[in-house]
């Protein structure tokens, strides 16, 4: 891409933006770098990791190299000897780790982002690095004693010496005799030796070694001869640890540089990656959507180059997004040169920016601030003059700086080109700039030349008009307030509007007519038709903003309608359900005191008259539960709302009462369904699951399940114990007892199955849960959790029906 063009463009300012998102230098780096591609398979391959990368951070945000550093600097100190420091080594086990976790997320989600994938398979997983250097390294960044024997040995010794040094120096400052002659009761270092604070007029009292003196001279600081042996072997102790950390140091610098082109290979997928996630971020605060490429066709329709620019309210990148007017702007197939007319700051240079920053963004991977729908080429250069191209070095004048790039532009282009010219012609006569304006876009049309051209000539309007390929475009300005609206307008000519603002402004009617009557009366009344053109085309768009109002409060009303049907829904449901429950439970309870009686007239030996009316009461108990299940299924039939009749189909989101869960209708049986919710797949009968309605908001929150209704004879509910638990770092013991709990809660609670998570570890936790499960009364069997789930460190257990 022409290098002035992207300048011109504001096309480095885009780039700041976007550097700002980075994580660290590398990325920072790569982002700045960043320029259009002419490649379509280069673009469409950016477009997918931008795409990849935004839907990935809006469902999964553990990915993040915040924090990470560039390897390369510190391989390549390693490469040449020199050892890094401890915060180095550290930086670069912070790296891998989160090099490390990249790669995990990225490969579990290689289906969704197989671009990112691909870029994480030159991510390290640390190689050993990352236990090396935490078996080595602090988290304060300090050598750990268990660095090396020689370390361990070196600061045990070191520990003994200093224990023994500070005894003897406390002992002067304890002796009432040598304590009256120190300036102060403490300890302290000059050179690296420990020595005490003598006042100088009791130089000479104690036997000692002056290292120092205040800057008054009032203070001595003095090693007493008593101490220096013990002060020469703590220093020597202290240079030996030095000598032994340097050599652990240079040690871990040497494994690294082992591995300096794997880490190097990290450095260049992380920046690419973190890439990607910046333009996702970007995008999501631009709001921004991804385009739709379109080749060059191979062969193009005649006199056209075959070039598409169709955006939807499109907005300049870097103008406030709550101030910027959004513009739609399309060249279609009998299109591909546009002539921009409109008033001075009325938005013709931001429009031409606009245009032009909208394709190099897109070719750079960058999805543009524009409604989905947007459609760009592929074009190969993109050529820009805009502002104003004096130079009094050159001694060029704002004419010929213009004409010198217009020179450029005109010997580099060709069909697929993209040629924006701000004010051609202009800065000198204006009927010679308005022949040359005309001549130049005849030389970009027989060269089927792409091109926008913002213009104040009248003349390029006819032109426009009556030329192929060409059309015209203007930006509107309002008489009422006297000031541009920026909104742009395909297919139409901006209006004159010279002597109306002069009207308005208040210059005398006499002065208004007569200059009136100096204009071409044609030229006049094609303003009137302008005008009216612009009026009709304002009346329409006022009708269809009135109509798409009423369609939005109609659709509005429709869905609070809905929403309030689901609610009644839900309030009926849950009574019903409270119903249910009670006469569950009390048909329970009464079936448990016909099992009391039969056990006590067995027990009394009773005659088999009595134990007959029994049979007969429980046959009819039999009987009314039977018809309780009944009422049960033809309720949970009914549709819960307006549009919601129907059987279920796949791919119907419904809510399992019984887990209360939301998940996906994944096939359909009969009644039997199977239900995805999350990484779990869910049987269940229709019957015990209730159909969501899709149009209400995400914030709303779903109908309970119906509360457990007690009484004097009713059986307590129990709540589902959750789809999984977590054995993690339990002692067996403990893992046991809550294994146990959870069975009998998952069993009680009437839940299909269930996750145990207990880890791969030793195995033992793992072991005494699985022989549990064996032998179980809730259990009907159990299995190993799937390649996603956790392998062999999950058992999924599926409970008996609890009838």
Request: no cysteine; hydrophobic share 40%.
């Amino acid at each position: 891409m022409n290098p002035k063009s992207l300048i011109l463009l504001e096309f480095p300012k885009v780039l700041a933006r976007l550097k700002s998102y980075a994580s660290f230098s590398a990325s920072e780096s790569l982002a700045e770098a960043l320029r259009p591609t002419s490649s379509l398979e280069t673009a469409l391959q950016r477009q997918q990791e931008t795409r990849e990368a935004r839907l990935l951070i809006s469902v999964n945000d553990s990915i993040s190299f915040q924090g990470a550093v560039d390897l390369a600097p510190l391989t390549d100190q390693t490469l040449h000897g020199i050892a890094l420091e401890a915060s180095d080594l550290l930086a670069v086990r912070n790296t891998l780790i989160l090099s490390r976790t990249a790669r995990r997320v990225l490969l579990d989600n290689a289906e969704t982002a197989p671009s990112l994938a691909a870029l994480a398979g030159g991510l390290s997983d640390g190689q050993g690095l990352i236990d090396l250097i935490n078996r080595t390294i602090s988290e304060r960044g300090e050598v750990l004693d268990s660095a090396s024997a020689a370390l361990a040995h070196i600061r045990s010794e070191i520990k003994v010496i200093h224990a023994r040094l500070m005894d003897r120096l406390n002992r002067y400052l304890t002796d009432p005799a040598s304590a009256r002659m120190l300036q102060d009761n403490l300890i302290t270092q000059r050179s690296g030796r420990y020595v005490l604070p003598l006042r100088a007029e009791h130089k000479g009292q104690i036997k000692a070694i002056i290292h120092d003196q205040s800057a008054s001279g009032a203070t001595l600081f003095i090693e007493p001869i008593a101490v220096v042996e013990l002060n020469n072997k703590f220093r020597e102790l202290e240079l030996a640890e030095r000598d032994e950390v340097l050599r652990v140091l240079r040690a871990l610098s040497q494994q690294i540089a082992l591995q300096a082109e794997s880490l190097n290979l990290t450095t260049k997928a992380m920046a690419g990656i973190d890439l990607a996630l910046m333009k996702a971020h970007y995008a999501d605060d631009l709001q921004a959507n991804e385009p739709e490429l379109v080749p060059f066709p191979a062969q193009p329709p005649e006199a056209h180059p075959g070039s598409v620019i169709q955006l939807r309210r499109a907005r300049h990148p870097l103008l406030d997004p709550q101030k910027v007017v959004p513009i739609d702007f399309e060249l279609d197939r009998q299109t591909f040169s546009v002539v921009l007319t409109g008033p001075n700051t009325g938005g013709k240079t931001v429009t031409l920016k606009t245009v032009g920053l909208m394709v190099l963004m897109a070719q750079a991977g960058l999805q543009i601030p524009a409604q989905s729908g947007s459609r760009l080429s592929i074009f190969r250069d993109v050529f820009a003059d805009i502002g104003d191209e004096q130079s009094i070095e050159q001694s060029l004048s704002t004419f010929s700086g213009h004409i010198t790039q217009l020179v450029r532009i005109l010997k580099q282009a060709d069909h697929r080109s993209l040629v924006l010219l701000d004010e051609l012609g202009a800065g000198t006569d204006p009927q010679e700039g308005s022949a040359l304006a005309r001549a130049v876009l005849d030389f970009m049309l027989q060269r089927r030349i792409t091109s926008v051209v913002a213009t104040h000539y009248p003349e390029l309007k006819a032109y426009a008009h009556s030329t192929k390929g060409v059309t015209n475009a203007s930006l509107e300005f309002d008489l009422e307030t006297l000031r541009p609206t920026y909104r742009l307008v395909i297919g139409l000519p901006g209006r004159s509007n010279a002597l109306a603002i002069a009207e308005r402004l208040g210059l005398d009617p006499a002065i208004i007519a007569a200059a009136r009557q100096e204009i071409d009366p044609t030229e006049l009344h094609a303003d009137d038709l302008l005008e009216e053109i612009h009026r009709q085309r304002d009346l329409a768009a006022a009708s269809y903003e009135a109509a798409e109002k009423a369609r939005k409060e109609a659709e509005a009303s429709r869905n609070q309608i809905n929403a309030r049907l689901e609610q009644l829904e839900a309030e009926k449901a849950q009574l019903l359900d409270a119903h249910q429950t009670q006469l569950e439970s009390e048909l329970a309870s009464l079936r448990e005191e016909l099992n009391t009686l039969r056990r006590e007239l067995t027990r009394l030996h009773q005659s088999p008259e009595k134990q007959a009316q029994l049979t007969e009461i429980e046959e009819k108990l039999e009987v009314v539960e039977q018809k309780q299940e009944q009422n049960l299924r033809k309720k949970h039939r009914q549709p819960k709302a307006k549009g919601l009749s129907g059987p279920l189909k796949v791919g119907d989101r419904v809510l399992v009462r019984k887990l209360g869960a939301e998940g996906v209708v994944s096939s359909v049986d009969g009644e039997d369904l199977e239900l995805q919710i999350g990484a779990l797949r869910v049987r269940a009968k229709s019957y015990e699951v209730e159909r969501r309605v899709q149009s209400l908001e995400e914030n709303d929150t779903p109908p309970q399940p119906a509360p457990v209704v007690t009484g004097s004879t009713a059986i307590p509910g129990v709540n589902s114990p959750g789809l999984e638990l977590d054995l993690r770092g339990q002692r067996v013991d403990d893992a046991l007892d809550r294994t146990e709990r959870y069975l009998e809660q998952g069993f009680s609670s009437g839940m299909p199955f269930g996750r145990i998570i207990h880890g791969r570890g030793t195995g033992a936790v793992r072991q005494a849960v699985r022989d549990l499960l064996d032998h179980s009364a809730y259990v009907h069997r159990w299995e190993n959790g799937g390649e996603k789930e956790g392998g062999d460190g999950v058992s999924v257990v599926f409970f008996h029906p609890n009838k």
